[in-house]
C-alpha cells in the first residue's frame, strides 16, 4: 500500500470517527478543519518537505497543527521557533490479522456497541455503569482505522485495551479487511507490538501555543 494513499485513508477515518469534515489536498499533503478551540486546522505531509516548511514560515496564528511522517528531531531544526514540538506519535501498522486472538473479557465487564459514519464504536462498561474503556474502528475502501483507544486509569491492566481491538479487528475480518492503521502514544505502542502492530513511520506534530 502506497505510503500517500494509506495516510489519505487513514486522515479520512479519523474524521470519520470525530465527525469531523473529510480531508482535502494540499499540495503534496493534506488538510482538516478540524474547528476545535486548540486544533483549528491539521496539516498531515508524509515527509517534512518544501510544503510543511513553507506553511512553518507563514504561519503565526495558533492552535493550526503542522503534521509529519518524520523523527520530532529533524522537525525542530528545520522550523521557526515558535513552533512547540507536540508529544511523539507512532504510526502503526498491522497488514494481517492480529496476534493472541484468545483473550477473553474479565468478568463484570459489559460491551456497548454503536454505529456511525462508517464507524463503529465499541464501549467496555463496568458493573457500576463506568466507562472502562473505549476505541472506535472506521473501514475505509481496504484498510481499518482505529482511534481513540482508551482506558480508564482504574480499569488498566486487566487485558481490556487488547480485548477491545480484538473486538474492533472481528468488524474489520468480516468485511474482509485485514489491513490495520492507528496512530499511538508512547505509551499505547507497546500495547499494539504486543498484539503483532509495527512501526509504519515516526509521527511528529508541531503547534503554535495560543497566550
Known amino acids: ?27 503534496s499533503g493534506f488538510k482538516i478543519e478540524a474547528g476545535e478551540e ?34 520530532p528531531d529533524k522537525v525542530e531544526k528545520a522550523v521557526p521557533e515558535r513552533w512547540k514540538i507536540q508529544p511523539p506519535g507512532y504510526m502503526m501498522s498491522c ?12 468478568e463484570g465487564y ?10 463503529v464504536l465499541l464501549k467496555i462498561i463496568a458493573e457500576n455503569g463506568e466507562l472502562a ?6 473501514l475505509v475502501d481496504d484498510l481499518a482505522v482505529y482511534d481513540r483507544i482508551i482506558t480508564e ?20 475480518l468480516s468485511n474482509g479487511i485485514s ?3 492507528l496512530v499511538a502514544t508512547k505509551e499505547g505502542r507497546a500495547l499494539y507490538e504486543s498484539i503483532g502492530w509495527e512501526l509504519y513511520s515516526p509521527y511528529t506534530s508541531i503547534v503554535i501555543p495560543g497566550i
Open 110 to 119: 459489559r460491551l456497548e456497541y454503536e454505529r456511525y459514519n462508517s464507524t
Open 153 to 172: 486509569e482504574e480499569h488498566r491492566r486487566k487485558g481490556l485495551a487488547t480485548f477491545l481491538m480484538h473486538e474492533l479487528e472481528r468488524t474489520a
Open 38 to 71: 486548540k486544533q483549528k486546522i491539521r496539516y498531515v505531509f508524509p515527509e517534512l518537505n518544501d510544503d510543511f516548511l513553507n506553511l512553518s514560515k507563514i504561519i503565526n496564528e495558533p492552535w493550526i497543527h503542522l503534521k509529519a511522517c518524520v523523527s
Open 133 to 138: 474503556c473505549t476505541g472506535r474502528v472506521v
Open 95 to 106: 497488514f494481517r490479522p492480529m496476534k493472541n486472538p484468545g483473550s477473553v473479557l474479565c
Open 1 to 27: 500500500m502506497m505510503v500517500n494513499e494509506t495516510i489519505e485513508k487513514w486522515m479520512q477515518g479519523w474524521s470519520l470517527s470525530r465527525k469531523l469534515p473529510l480531508p482535502v489536498k494540499y499540495n
Open 179 to 181: 489491513n490495520n492503521f
